[in-house]
Nanobody, 122 residues
Framework: QVQLIESGGGLVQAGGSLRLSCAASGRAASTYHMAWFRQPPGKEREFVATITWSAGTTDYADSVKGRFTISRDNAKKTLYLQMNSLKPEDTAVYYC???????????????WGQGTQVTVSS
């Protein structure tokens, strides 16, 4: 069993930056692949970024490529999402996920956090 707790969300002006964190607990937490998804108001959950358990491979949605960076510290069992050059369309609840399969599809991930709100004002 893996438990995930996100933090770091908030209100920021367009062009600003935020760093999200996701603390994982559970014996196997550091050996699972991890991901960030987001759910904008009134829309379905969408893929943001993934990272393999060894941090050797990352993948990003086209909408965030070049602006967001996913990383992880397995010793701390923590996942990060550095978000730069934020836009109003980045406004969403951001979720971290953990699992054994790397996928851009939300239904392929086993464990989810409760989410953290990111609001970008214009």
């Amino acid at each position: 069993q893996v438990q995930l707790i996100e933090s770091g969300g908030g209100l920021v002006q367009a062009g600003g930056s935020l760093r999200l964190s996701c603390a994982a607990s559970g014996r196997a937490a550091s050996t699972y692949h991890m991901a960030w998804f987001r759910q904008p108001p009134g829309k379905e959950r969408e893929f943001v970024a993934t990272i393999t358990w060894s941090a050797g491979t990352t993948d990003y949605a086209d909408s965030v490529k070049g602006r967001f960076t996913i990383s992880r510290d397995n010793a701390k069992k923590t996942l990060y999402l550095q978000m730069n050059s934020l836009k109003p369309e980045d406004t969403a609840v951001y979720y971290c996920a953990s699992g054994v399969i790397v996928s851009q599809r939300a239904n392929q991930w086993h464990y989810w956090g409760q989410g953290t709100q990111v609001t970008v004002s214009s």
